[in-house]
């Protein structure tokens, strides 16, 4: 990203400007303060979080505490802390050639204050984007105090220092994120040993290398992510470090089937279109595996689970427009069958339900789909289609059907313009558009056991 030609290159220049250093979370806090004062969104693309999470972690923010977000697996939790990026400065000083991000005017390594006190106003200044001063680590069992904080150099070693000279060292992740975020990800999975090196890091702002005495004033907001499991599963966050969070929030899944349908929305990247009502679905039938007790809720079920439901219905669609020419690309009801057998493997069960798990998702499925199909075609009579089905109009649907030859099977009746109406589909709309509406309150009928369905080979047919 290119550096505006506005700004300062050197300190005298930065100095006369008014770039006085300021610390990482008083920058957050007076720039979280102006986004909410002026309406704006400081947390552009979080879903659910809104009246829960969010005002925790503004709050925490607003207080200068480093953060952990303890939450089950797929909640989010480090996308949230991604966005944290958005409340820094866009662009911030730092001194050229320097190894650490140091402030022109506030330099703390000893390479950093011997280059300002030689040069003083003529120190050269570059310029950092924000999106440079998030650094994320994902904790390791073979994480080391180097990775963290710092080690020796053997080549600066090599070049003739002497191994007392602090210049030997060569920084972590931790320093080297100077004046801006460090998150790390399942905190609990870092050895203990290694843990008790971020002690110094969060409470006295400084490190230790290796019995070096470099006292480096390290400006930096802490943030982490944890399933609460881990505690006991795979380790646990010692406690002198989890003393030393100011903060610590329970993230969850989204509150409402609304929610989870924004997130799939939001989310997935789909290949061929999926309508509003096969997101609903899927969104029901994730809702519904987080309540079930053949389900590991320990392990959770990922909202990435919804994501992939959906994108895995729209490949299923482009699949069979690639073998029938049918165009555009529509999801029907029928594509739904490719999920459970797909995504079963994302999902932990309890002992005892090995050999069912097929047996389960398909019936949590099918309970989504009748869930929804109320919800939508609710005190709307279908009576006419099952009638129209049961007197020999037999509809067959497929993954090798075009959504024509599932409309051509029946005659033109006024309720299925109000089916179409129901799902937001419009009479003009193509065939498959309008097939898999059709196709939707067929089985809604085939599930309310008005009319049966017999399935064989990839094909499904509707009738008596």
Avoid: C
């Avoid at 389900?295 to 992939?308: E, H």
């Amino acid at each position: 990203m290119k550096v505006p030609e506005h700004l300062p290159t050197t300190a005298g220049e930065l100095r006369s400007a008014g770039y006085l250093p300021r610390g990482v979370k008083t920058e957050i806090r007076e720039n979280l303060l102006t986004l909410l004062s002026s309406g704006g969104d400081p947390w552009p693309g979080i879903v659910g979080f809104d009246r829960t999470v969010v005002p925790q972690l503004e709050r925490a923010l607003l207080a200068g505490h480093d953060v952990v977000l303890l939450g089950e697996r797929g909640q989010g939790k480090t996308r949230l802390l991604r966005t944290l990026v958005g409340l820094l400065d866009e662009w911030t000083p730092v001194i050229a050639g320097a190894e650490l991000g140091e402030h022109p005017l506030d330099p703390i390594s000893p390479a950093g204050r011997r280059l300002a006190a030689e040069l003083g106003d003529e120190l050269p200044v570059t310029w950092r984007h924000r999106s440079q001063r998030y650094a994320e680590k994902l904790a390791t069992p073979d994480t080391s105090v180097g990775d963290l904080i710092g080690d020796v150099d053997p080549v600066k070693v090599a070049e003739g220092r002497s191994l007392g000279d602090p210049e030997t060292i060569h920084f972590g992740l931790v320093p080297r994120a100077h004046r801006g975020i460090v998150a790390i990800n399942e905190l609990p999975d870092l050895a203990e040993r290694i843990q008790v090196a971020l002690l110094n890091v969060m409470e006295e702002r400084d490190i230790q290398v290796r019995g070096y005495t470099l006292r480096l004033p390290l400006d930096v907001l802490l943030v982490a992510t944890a399933n609460p499991e881990d505690y006991t599963n795979r380790g646990r966050i010692i406690t002198p470090l989890k003393d030393r969070f100011g903060a610590e929030i329970r993230t969850h899944y989204p509150l409402s089937v609304e929610a989870e349908v924004a997130l799939v929305r939001q989310e997935a990247e789909l290949v061929a279109e999926v309508g509003d009502p096969l997101i609903e679905v899927l969104a029901r039938f994730v809702r519904q595996l987080r309540e079930s007790s053949a389900i590991d809720q320990r392990s959770g079920v990922s909202a990435r689970f919804a994501v992939a439901a959906a994108e895995t219905v729209a490949a299923a669609a482009l699949r069979r427009s690639a073998v029938t020419g049918e165009s555009p690309a529509v999801a029907r009801p029928v594509d739904l069958e490719s999920v459970p057998a797909v995504l079963r493997g994302k999902l932990e069960f309890e002992s005892g339900e090995e050999g069912r798990e097929q047996e389960h998702l398909t019936h949590l499925l099918r309970r989504s789909f009748s869930e929804t199909a109320r919800a939508l075609l609710g005190g709307l009579n279908l009576r006419p289609l099952a009638e129209a089905v049961g007197d020999g109009h037999l509809v067959t649907t497929g993954e090798r059907v075009p959504g024509a030859e599932v409309l051509s099977a029946l005659p033109e009746l006024p309720v299925l313009h109000e089916v179409a109406g129901r799902l937001g589909v419009d009479a003009a709309d193509p065939p498959p558009r309008i097939a898999s509406a059709v196709e939707f309150a067929l089985e809604a009928l085939y599930l309310a056991r008005q009319i049966a369905k017999d399935s064989d080979d990839g094909l499904a047919v509707y009738g008596r």
